[in-house]
């Protein structure tokens, strides 16, 4: 009977970065990959903390994957297990705990209970401290049809006052570039036509590594063949500086899109965060992009509800966003995370108020969208395409601005190939667009 494993990420796009390099770690040890809701020889939680409830849904995979299968190997790893290992090994049938710059520690974790063929009576405890933690070397060689996530950086030293990541993943650290450009490299050759260099605050990219940071890590980049698009994760606003944006702006591989990590556009509410700019130096940063990309995408996080913010604030952060006119906005209503200094500020606004804000600004936030789309149907223009998913005989892609777009194909599987479109209407949501005939037909 075949080993088989099953792997449940919880979090963001580094998580799932780190779990796809198990995985291969896994498979290179001749274990069989399953979906995590199956009956599996053993299961890799790859855990989040960033809220109560991330922490609540690791606890509950564990004992789901128990129930599974009782006789299974459990190994837990990631930033609940590096914040507090003892709530994970309370619960009776966890084999093994990692933190999060160990996570390549399962690997041979699963090797010696597979050969050992017992659980353990009690878990094995391997979550080291953070301080002066290097960058873990993993790499990965698998991708959907079309996108890979390289993780660049670990780590965050923002200490915003709502975030309890910094304990969860220690000092900024980066990957070396050689590194970076490696792996690229090797995705590229193996047919990925995008990659998203992604990090734990991404912005930070190189500030361990002297005069080398992430513009630096672009142009190089840059410089090689073969490599498709290049897509950033979230970036702070702090980053956008003139300097910044000028060694970027003619670098032909980077997509126009960029996610900034804005989180209020209220100056009352960023000082409350500790966040390292004002509104002000946000939209300066919005309008310096604008200015050095004739095509751009814009997409933001905000938070809503946080403790202290008025109806003004709210106010002033719906204001924002309109001036913006961001693409799509992620808006989250505060969730208390213990440990935390937000938990404990005065001044915790009502679950009522939160979800009226939200529920507001994601609507105002979707007829911006909608505008947008209009714009780009108005201007009729012929873009580029990115196809990654088929429904029926109807394939979706987005533009290197981040645009989702769906065209019917009734012959040809649109998959993982780049096409010229012509953008023709909208649902609201995505662009409906008419192939253009590619040059050489």
């Keep these: 009977m075949s080993v088989t494993a099953g792997i449940y990420t919880l979090g963001c796009k580094v998580n799932q970065y780190e779990s796809e390099a198990i995985a291969e770690g896994l498979a290179a040890e001749g274990i069989t990959l399953r979906p995590p809701d199956e009956a599996c020889t053993l299961y890799v939680i790859n855990t989040c903390t960033v809220t109560a409830e991330s922490d609540r849904k690791a606890r509950q995979f564990i004992r789901r994957a128990l129930g599974h299968n009782p006789d299974a190997f459990v190994l837990v790893t990631g930033c609940l297990a590096q914040v507090d290992a003892a709530q994970i090994a309370a619960i ?23 050969a050992r063929g017992q659980k353990n009576p009690a878990p094995v405890l391997a979550v ?71 990090g734990i605050e991404t912005s930070a990219y190189g500030r361990d590594l002297g005069d080398y940071g992430l513009a630096e890590l672009l142009r190089d980049l840059d410089r090689e063949s073969g490599i498709g698009r290049i897509r950033l994760g979230s970036l702070d606003p702090a980053l956008i500086r003139p300097d910044f944006v000028e060694k970027i702006a003619a670098l032909p591989t980077l997509a126009p899109h960029f996610h900034l990590s804005l989180q209020s556009g209220a100056d009352h509410v960023l000082r409350l965060m500790r966040r390292r700019y004002s509104a002000e130096m946000a939209y300066a940063a919005v309008e310096r992009l604008r200015a050095a990309f004739p095509r751009l995408g814009l997409t933001a996080d905000v938070i809503v509800g946080f403790p202290g913010e008025t109806e003004e604030d709210f106010r002033e952060s719906a204001d924002f966003l309109r001036r913006a006119r961001f693409l ?114």
Excluded: W
């Design 92 to 114: 009776p049938g966890v084999d093994y705990i990692c933190g999060s710059r160990n996570k390549m520690s399962v690997i041979a974790a699963a090797r010696e209970l597979l």
């Design 328 to 441: 799509d906005a992620h808006i989250f209503a505060y969730s208390r995370r213990p440990g935390t200094e937000a938990a404990e500020m005065d001044g915790q606004i009502d679950e009522a108020v939160k979800r009226r804000r939200s529920a507001e600004l994601i609507a105002a936030q979707a007829e911006l969208h909608a505008v947008l789309l209009d714009d780009v149907v108005a201007a009729a223009e012929p873009v580029p395409v990115l196809f990654e998913t088929r429904h029926g005989n109807r394939f979706r892609g987005h533009t290197p601005t981040f645009y989702e777009v769906e065209v019917i194909s009734p012959d040809i599987d649109l998959r993982g190939t780049e096409r010229i479109v012509l953008p023709t209407g909208h649902d609201g949501e995505r662009l409906s667009a008419d192939l253009l005939p590619c040059p050489n037909r």
């Design 128 to 198: 080291p401290s953070l301080e002066d933690a290097p960058f873990e070397p993993m790499h990965i060689t698998r991708f959907d049809r079309t996108r890979a996530y390289v993780k660049i950086e670990d780590g965050c030293e923002s200490r915003c006052a709502y975030c309890i990541i910094p304990r969860a993943r220690g000092k900024i650290c980066s990957k070396a570039p050689a590194d970076v450009l490696a792996q690229v490299r090797a995705l590229a050759e193996g047919g990925c036509r995008e990659v998203v260099l992604t």
